[in-house]
């Protein structure tokens, strides 16, 4: 498989939220603006190609029975790298995302990539796996907040889009659920039936 | 009443999985059949309540006298990783039948975020180790609701005349969608 391949099979054949289901928890937590989504996507996407480096460098040192606990270890260290900085860096950020920051060490992708292709390939192609799939990852969360914040808020990054009908006082209507809890589920699912179809053609 | 307060909040209001977004994996991985619901939700209320002891009891006695708070992510994760496998081990030589009926939930367990998640939320809101415990039953309860009526809903699902583009998961994540605006009628009870 070329490096190409390797690294853009992460962004819609392959992609961790919408075709294999992934860390599903942050896309659906944390998506209600698409500010928040490419923060977590991003962070998501740092944890994954240092860890898939990591695993990839010592795979041989590793005996085989503690690979799993192993793994986690590495990837709880670079989460702990990640969840410090943030509070440094970014506060803002870093408080609206909340407990899913030290939540990023069970997400079931980044152990999946580990176990599943770190543990078997180079060093290079481990990287790049990473990179693709932490970046497909991101993709699909920025995507899932914008199409909630446009429907539930009314804009995107922050900056209005006015599709929506407007009141006296000039605030426009729109529909708050989608930025609340169950909007989630239904903008990911029919995000997930358009992916499917156009998959299929 | 304060611990009236939780158990409500944690039950309905707040519901762990349709509301505060953690589990999702199982909640959508096991909800296929009533039954696996039932035994996923009898591993994970085990397992939660007594992680969230172990973690509080690292976080007062070991993480803050030592004043590593930092290392909280990975101890954490190691603690729940070692004690799932504990459990396991302890269940298969005690308790046979409850071996069979758990076994195969408790190694999907240790990546539940809903485990882990409920340990760091009892420390964020600084409940006693009572508060922790009552709180971790009670969000075990919330997890058990949300996925048997969830499992309840997609075996009829399964009989329905769904449109094809939306067959299998897409129907599933609108009907959980649903679901969860039902909750929502309970925001504002505490």
Do not use: W
């Not at chain 1, 937590?29 to 998501?44: P, R, Y």
């Amino acid at each position: 498989m070329s490096q190409l391949k390797n690294f853009s099979k992460g962004f819609i054949k392959d992609n961790a939220v919408f075709v294999q289901l992934l860390g599903l928890c942050p896309t659906l937590a944390v998506t209600s603006s698409a500010e928040n989504g490419l923060g977590m996507g991003l962070a998501t996407t740092f944890v994954l190609v240092m860890a898939n480096i990591v695993v990839s460098l010592v795979k041989n040192q590793i005996p085989d029975k503690v690979r799993i606990p192993s793994f986690i270890v590495i990837i709880a260290s670079f989460v702990t790298i990640v969840d410090l900085s943030m509070a440094g860096f970014l506060p803002t950020l870093h408080a609206s995302l909340g407990i899913f920051i030290p939540l990023i060490v069970v997400n079931c992708l980044v152990l999946g990539r580990a176990e599943a292709f770190a543990s078997k390939n180079n060093i290079g192609s481990s990287a790049i796996d990473g990179l693709g799939m932490g970046l497909g990852f991101a993709f699909a969360l920025t995507l899932l907040g914008a199409v909630r914040e446009l429907l539930g808020a009314g804009s995107i990054f922050g900056l209005d889009i006015p599709i929506f009908p407007v009141t006296d006082k000039g605030a426009p209507i729109t529909m708050l659920i989608f930025v609340l809890a169950p909007g989630a589920f239904i903008v990911l699912g029919y995000l997930i039936a358009i992916i499917n179809q156009l998959k299929k053609s | 009443m304060e611990i009236f307060a939780i158990v409500i909040s944690a039950i309905l209001v707040n519901n762990i999985v349709l509301m505060q977004f953690l589990g999702i994996c199982p909640f959508m991985g096991v909800s296929k059949k009533l039954s696996t619901a039932v035994g996923m939700t009898g591993a994970v209320t085990f397992v939660m309540v007594l992680a969230t002891i172990v973690t509080y009891l690292i976080q007062t006695y070991v993480l803050e006298p030592l004043s590593i708070g930092y290392l909280q992510t990975i101890s954490f994760i190691l603690v729940i990783a070692a004690f799932v496998q504990m459990v396991e081990i302890v269940l298969k030589k005690v308790s046979p039948p409850l071996y069979q009926a758990l076994g195969v939930f408790l190694p999907l367990i240790t990546t539940n975020c809903a485990i882990m998640g409920v340990a760091l939320l009892t420390i964020q809101n600084s409940y006693n180790l009572m508060e922790g415990i009552i709180f971790a039953i009670s969000s075990a309860i919330g997890f058990g609701i949300a996925i048997i009526l969830f499992a309840g809903i997609r075996e009829h699902l399964d009989l329905m005349g769904v449109p094809k583009g939306m067959r299998g998961t897409p129907i599933a994540l609108v009907a959980a969608g649903i679901l969860a605006m039902a909750f929502m009628g309970f925001s504002g009870l505490v």
